[in-house]
């Protein structure tokens, strides 16, 4: 996972999960226009394991934070140039050009670490499957993604909200699921065939909430936003402290 290289970028012509749009509307008597991606659904789950009182997190490279970091390190002021042996300045590299990898006229160094696009997540998956309800969606990714199987009948709907509303406006519906070491069945990892390379990840509960303000844990707002939930409706009944 934290093997990145060979990095170019392009344009995005065609998808199978996002297609770029633009509406134009009067708001007001105002015109106005505003770009937008259309994107799929998505469903994600809370996963707590009963054995071990710990939550089961997933943790995977996403391009997207990765290149946003990218984009940042550029911003930052300029650097004072390390000395070589000799005392010679090293050269700067040029900057990359779109379409050209790190490879092509450019040191390896300008990209930031692997790490840098690596974050915590939540189990989840796109709702791309019309047969299927939310629940079992839900459930497949549990067991694709890490490793349990459980009835999609215990998996308890928390609730639905709108995602990137800026940008895509996506509805995620979150759900909670308990498991036990009992239930697991595999290890995880995703689906390969789907490019899906998963870490499984587990976060003692008395841990939970100070990895979940941790700035320096890269990690999504679902992540937060669960172990919040959890906090307020689920810790009385295992009598432990998540740590707030």
């Not at 659904?41 to 997190?57: G, P, Y």
């Not at 300029?78 to 050209?100: I, N, R, Y």
Request: net charge negative; aromatic share 10%; proline share 7%.
């Amino acid at each position: 996972m934290e093997e990145i290289n060979s990095v170019e970028v392009g344009p995005c012509t065609e998808s199978e999960y996002l297609k770029p749009l633009r509406v134009h509307y009067n708001q007001n008597g105002t015109k106005k226009t505003w770009d937008f991606m259309q994107t799929h659904d998505s469903v994600s789950v809370l996963i707590f394991n009963t054995t071990s009182h710990c939550f089961v997190l997933v943790k995977q490279f996403r391009p997207a934070v990765y290149m946003c970091e990218w984009e940042r390190s550029k911003k930052q002021p300029p650097q004072p140039a390390e000395k070589t042996e000799e005392g010679a300045a090293e050269a700067a590299a040029p900057e990359p050009q779109e379409g050209q990898s790190a490879s092509e006229g450019e040191s390896s160094s300008q990209w930031p670490p692997a790490s840098a696009g690596v974050t915590y997540e939540l189990c989840a998956g796109l709702v791309d499957k019309p047969d299927l309800s939310l629940e079992e969606i839900a459930r497949q990714e549990v067991l694709e993604e890490c490793g349990y199987d459980i009835p999609a009948a215990k998996l308890k709907r928390i609730s639905s909200y709108r995602s990137g509303v800026g940008v895509t406006g996506a509805k995620q519906t979150l759900f909670y699921a308990e498991v036990s070491d009992d239930n697991c069945v595999g290890a995880g990892g995703g689906e390969p065939r789907e490019g899906e390379l998963i870490e499984v990840v587990k976060v003692p509960l008395h841990e939970a909430m100070t990895f979940a303000y941790d700035e320096r844990i890269p990690k999504t707002m679902g992540v937060i936003f669960s172990f919040i939930w959890f906090h307020n409706n689920m810790s009385p009944k295992y009598k432990i402290s998540t740590n707030v």
